[in-house]
């Protein structure tokens, strides 16, 4: 009777890999439980299959993404704050907590405990230079 009550402990503790979206407007999320035979797969590659498989609109390839259920693309995601300082909106991803400096078709999943979330984030630009990228406004995480 302990081994059963340990190993539905276990069980009920265990972390899945998954993929997750939030959307632009944070009016909806999804998430896509990962399979064994997902591990070696790139985040890119498992967001195309997501979003085909959930059948949710968007824009992009396996590299990136420029758009999702209609979020805005080009100037139409940009933000002029004055002369000098501008953000520009997009979809950044990140990989259990940490954001890559790399496209999504260069990070594979690699356990079954691989947590992805793909957010609304912005790069900022001010006095002449970008000076962060992907970050997400206080209220939209």
Do not use: R
């Amino acid at each position: 009777m302990k081994t059963l009550a340990l190993f539905i402990t276990l069980l009920s503790t265990q972390v899945f890999a998954q993929l997750s979206i939030i959307s632009h407007d944070n009016t909806a999320s999804f998430n896509y439980q990962l399979k064994d035979s997902d591990i070696g797969s790139s985040v890119g590659e498992l967001t195309i299959k997501m979003l085909n498989d959930y059948e949710i609109l968007y824009q992009g390839s396996e590299q990136g993404l420029n758009s999702i259920l209609n979020s805005p693309t080009g100037l139409d995601a940009t933000v002029i704050i004055s002369d000098s300082e501008m953000k520009s909106y997009g979809w950044c991803f990140k990989i259990n907590g940490v954001i890559p400096e790399v496209y999504a078709n260069e990070v594979f999943i690699n356990t079954t405990t691989d947590q992805v979330l793909w957010f609304w984030g912005y790069a900022h630009y001010k006095d002449g230079e970008w000076i962060a990228q992907c970050a997400s406004d206080p209220d939209s995480l």
